[in-house]
């Protein structure tokens, strides 16, 4: 193992305690927040600890801003702003790049070269769409009347991001609410605020006007509540676990915000006998491998046809055992890092070990790696039925779980036998039978012979308990917007 040596800006970031970024200021807090590097189990650095004051007064500065110059700026001015970010993102990905895999654990390559790369290009799909958001003329049955819409940024925007992308997360939901003429407060996750407080210094770098982009470290039971229950926040954006977007809701009663959620998963991925077995195999592994299976969207329920299903087991196995782990900065090239927080890799480890106790099989990993961090081996399991708590709970981890099935029917009702929704797939060589997949799974995103794909200009979010709204496409635009119809006479 070799350790990159941290480019200078990031050392000199982490050197003392940054602070939270509201308006142009900078701002020290008595109680700081430990930044841990998952990858050692040691300090990273402290960032300044936002509580309830501080989501008030990073509240003001996002109103301030709007009603000031953020709200009569011209489309062509906003638009403008965020390709400057964009670009501003890509050149500085290296910094990005190590900020998350110091934070996060995720290979620094990995964090440089997907994460910032494509952070940078959502913001620039949104940079275009400023000048495209229109009403439209209806043609009321009134006479003498007309009657046009106005479609309008919802106004103050409060942004709760998870860790498994710090940067990626942050863009997904700031580009579009940026791009609709809203002004923000982002509350990163706890364990990961550091890419957040670099991108609001380069937001106002670029020309953002101060106070459009606040970000405002914290934990979520304080500063993430106090933001979900904020009067004077008009709108959450909320990526995270499904019970925390249900105290999300719970919270925006008193002003009745409005909420778009982002929640978990838990994707069904079929595997039929006609599939094109090398790529199905190679696409299921990373469809739940990628990103140390630290993602909603992972494909952790994988229904393996009755008739291969001791080949596949075989291969994925072997396959896991292969992969190669290490610390997020470590310059030799490895597949994966740790997961995030010693509460999460011993959450893992016990869902392991829940199976294991109902008779399900490991055939590769299930046990904790290394002695320091929090690495967790690839683990597959087979033998696991749907009953068990494996095939039902999220997860979130690299443990891909084996079902399998006899015949269609049987395992599409299977598949949606879940409260969650938010994606799911398959892999077969029969026409007809993608066109039932895609009438039948309910999800909002299905990945049939591919897994994993996202693009900003494609929506993306859940059914049922996976959450409500949309983000990416001309979707994201109307999840932070609102329309007011105006007559006439
Ligand atoms: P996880 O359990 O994986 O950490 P969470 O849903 O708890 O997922 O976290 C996602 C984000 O939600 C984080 O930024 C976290 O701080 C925030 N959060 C957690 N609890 C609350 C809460 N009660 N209100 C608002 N935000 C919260």
Not at 327 to 350: C, F, W, Y
Not at 457 to 475: C, I, L, V, W
Request: aromatic share 8%.
């Amino acid at each position: 193992m070799t350790l990159l040596t941290p480019h200078k800006d990031v050392s000199a970031f982490l050197a003392s305690p940054q602070g939270l970024r509201i308006g142009d200021a900078r701002i020290e807090t008595s109680a700081l927040l430990d930044v841990i590097d998952p990858s050692f189990d040691t300090l990273a650095t402290q960032v300044a600890l936002g509580g309830a004051d501080d989501i008030d007064h990073a509240v003001a500065a996002a109103r301030a801003a709007l009603e000031g110059p953020w709200g009569s700026i011209t489309t062509h001015d906003r638009g403008q702003l965020l390709w400057r970010l964009a670009d501003a993102i890509e050149e500085n990905k290296q910094i990005f790049g190590e900020l998350d895999a110091i934070d996060n654990g995720k290979p620094m390559h990995v964090a440089r070269d997907v994460d910032a790369v494509y952070s940078a290009r959502h913001f620039r799909y949104f940079a275009g769409w400023p000048s495209k958001i229109e009403g439209r003329t209806i043609p009321v049955s009134s006479p003498g009347k007309m009657n046009f819409t106005k479609v309008e940024p919802v106004g103050v925007c409060g942004l709760i991001t998870p860790w498994n992308y710090p940067t990626l997360m942050m863009a997904w939901k700031l580009a579009p609410a940026l791009a609709a003429g809203n002004t923000i407060v982002l509350k990163p996750a706890e364990q990961t605020p550091l890419s957040a407080l670099y991108l609001a210094d380069l937001a106002l770098k670029v020309g953002f006007p101060p106070g459009v982009i606040n970000v405002v470290p914290g934990f979520g039971r304080d500063a993430g509540a106090a933001l979900a229950a904020h009067p004077g926040v008009d709108k959450v954006g909320f990526t995270g676990s499904t019970e925390t977007g249900r105290r999300i809701i719970e919270g925006s009663v008193g002003n009745l915000k409005k909420i778009s959620l982002e929640l978990g998963g838990k994707a069904a991925n079929i595997l039929f006998d006609d599939a094109d077995l090398d790529k199905a195999i190679e696409g299921s592994f990373w469809a739940l491998f990628g990103n140390n299976g630290q993602s909603c969207t992972a494909g952790a329920r994988l229904f393996v046809h009755r008739s291969i299903k001791e080949q596949v087991a075989d291969r994925l196995a072997e396959m896991a055992k292969a992969l190669s782990v290490g610390p997020g900065m470590d310059t030799t090239a490895h597949d994966l890092g740790p997961v995030i927080s010693r509460p999460q890799m011993e959450k893992v480890l016990n869902y392991i070990q829940a199976g294991r106790a109902r008779g399900a099989e490991v055939i590769a990993g299930g046990a904790q790696q290394g002695d320091s961090g929090y690495f967790v081996a690839p683990t597959v399991i087979q033998s696991v039925t749907d009953d068990m708590t494996i095939a039902r709970e999220e997860i979130f981890g690299p443990v891909l779980c084996l079902l399998d099935f006899e015949d269609e029917d049987e395992v599409i009702a299977r598949a949606n036998d879940t409260d969650f929704g938010l994606a799911a797939g398959g892999w077969t060589r029969d026409v007809s039978r993608v066109m039932r997949l895609s009438d039948q799974l309910k999800a909002g995103t299905l990945w049939i012979n591919t897994w994993g794909d996202t693009d900003a200009a494609s929506p993306f979010g859940g059914m049922k308990q996976s959450g409500y709204g949309r983000e990416m496409g001309e979707e994201a635009i109307a999840l932070y917007s609102q329309t007011k119809s105006v007559w006439l006479g």
